[in-house]
């Protein structure tokens, strides 16, 4: 689930939605394996081919005046730096989403929908702008040496350990 760019969402609500989980998970006695990624810079690195062909014109039907549309947002921009109250020459980009854009982010999510493999492979994400959490119910069981294991089946459904 993404909660960027989206009316009534915020980093808080993200978060309330990840621990309200975590909670719920100990309350049924099972471990929530959780892992963090801070994708920085990720518009930067956003290939213009793969958000076209393979995002916006495969997976989610785009084409046409739409597709062209997009395609000339994206292409023909370039940048430069000032640095030392020197400006460097024009550089091409030939990655990457215009930041500070309406647009931008939009595509930014279009480009990293990926949670149906997320899910496909029995995790659970959860995204605000650059940053995904990916997490992992794991039920907990007592063994008859006392000691507590745990199991998951990445189909996503739970296992007694053998």
């Given at each position: 689930?993404?909660s960027?760019y989206r009316?009534?969402?915020?980093?808080e609500t993200a978060?309330l939605?990840v621990?309200?989980?975590?909670?719920?998970?100990?309350?049924d006695?099972k471990v929530?394996l959780?892992?963090?990624?801070?994708?920085?810079a990720?518009?930067d690195?956003?290939d213009?081919d793969?958000l076209?062909s393979c995002?916006?014109?495969?997976?989610?039907?785009l084409?046409?005046?739409v597709?062209?549309?997009i395609?000339?947002?994206?292409?023909?921009?370039?940048?430069?730096v000032c640095f030392?109250?020197?400006?460097?020459?024009?550089?091409?980009?030939?990655f990457g989403?215009?930041?500070?854009?309406?647009?931008?982010?939009?595509?930014?999510l279009?480009?990293?929908?990926?949670?149906?493999?997320i899910?496909?492979l029995?995790?659970?994400?959860?995204?605000?702008?650059?940053?995904?959490?990916?997490y992992?119910?794991?039920?907990i069981?007592?063994?008859?040496?006392?000691?507590?294991s745990?199991?998951?089946n990445?189909?996503?459904g739970?296992?007694?350990?053998?």
């Open positions: 689930m993404q960027a009316s009534h969402h915020s980093a978060l939605q621990l309200s989980d975590v909670l719920t998970t100990i309350d006695k929530t959780l892992a963090l990624l801070d994708l920085r990720a518009f690195w956003v213009h793969i076209l995002r916006l014109q495969s997976r989610f039907g084409d046409g005046a597709l062209a549309w395609r000339s947002f994206l292409s023909d921009r370039t940048q430069r030392g109250g020197r400006l460097s020459a024009d550089i091409a980009l030939i989403v215009p930041h500070g854009s309406v647009l931008g982010p939009l595509l930014f279009l480009y990293t929908a990926q949670f149906d493999i899910a496909s029995g995790l659970i994400g959860h995204s605000y702008a650059d940053n995904t959490l990916i992992l119910i794991y039920q069981y007592q063994c008859s040496s006392g000691r507590e745990a199991s998951h990445p189909s996503g739970m296992y007694r350990a053998a």
